[in-house]
T-cell receptor, first 116, second 112 residues
């Protein structure tokens, strides 16, 4: 069974600085997706970025980028130029590509605080 | 706004009761997923539908059931409610089976 681990329950960053959130996962599949979701105090789940396992190039979305290390099963999120609005819970998630189900498996989350 | 709608936003009910949560996926999305977010269990997958057919079940209790209708909206039915069922219930949808899922705003269920 696939698992997702986020070992940092809480992180803090100064406004305009850069922060990296860690995520590791375990799977025996070769094709899959990885995602980062943001959950602000409103509790809405917002997709931040996605990475297909077959792509070697790391995904980037504006100030958000990932460092995907397939062999190490590591998928970290880097937030550059942090803003107050980035304060939220961040969840790493794994999804199968094809197969019987495409459910998402989530980590336990990292609560990010942004200090002004 | 993800384009996924869920009603109601909040629901307060008593133990032993039955409730129905409703979800409308994004236009064009055929897959619907239900997740439960509780403090002690985190985000857990409950069930998946694709174009009206059940695709997969997670750790969904027998007291819970769901269906997806021809217009693709889905309902999650929770019966014989217990205090431990209090949680945030999310619906998500995707265009195909796989890929990114877009989440609705959730239904906050409180069982008293």
């Amino acid at each position: 069974a696939q698992t997702v681990t986020q070992s940092q329950p809480e992180m803090s960053v100064q406004e305009a600085e850069t922060v990296t959130l860690s995520c590791t996962y375990d799977t025996s599949e070769s094709d899959y997706y990885l995602f980062w979701y943001k959950q602000p105090p409103s509790r809405q789940m917002i997709l931040v970025i996605r990475q297909e396992a077959y792509k070697q190039q790391n995904a980037t979305e504006n100030r958000f980028s990932v460092n995907f290390q397939k062999a190490a099963k590591s998928f970290s999120l880097k937030i550059s130029d942090s803003q107050l609005g980035d304060a939220a819970m961040y969840f790493c998630a794994y999804g199968n590509l094809g197969g019987a189900t495409n459910k998402l498996i989530f980590g336990t989350g990292t609560l990010l605080a942004v200090q002004p | 706004d993800s384009g996924v709608t869920q009603t109601p936003k909040h629901l307060i009910t008593a133990t032993g009761q039955r409730v129905t949560l409703r979800c409308s996926p994004r236009s064009g999305d055929l897959s619907v997923y239900w997740y439960q977010q509780s403090l002690d269990q985190g985000l857990q997958f409950l069930i998946q539908y694709y174009n009206g057919e059940e695709r997969a079940k997670g750790n969904i209790l027998e007291r819970f059931s769901a269906q997806q209708f021809p217009d693709l909206h889905s309902e999650l039915n929770l019966s014989s409610l217990e205090l431990g069922d209090s949680a945030l219930y999310f619906c998500a949808s995707s265009v195909v089976e796989g890929g990114e899922q877009y989440f609705g705003p959730g239904t906050r269920l409180t069982v008293t």
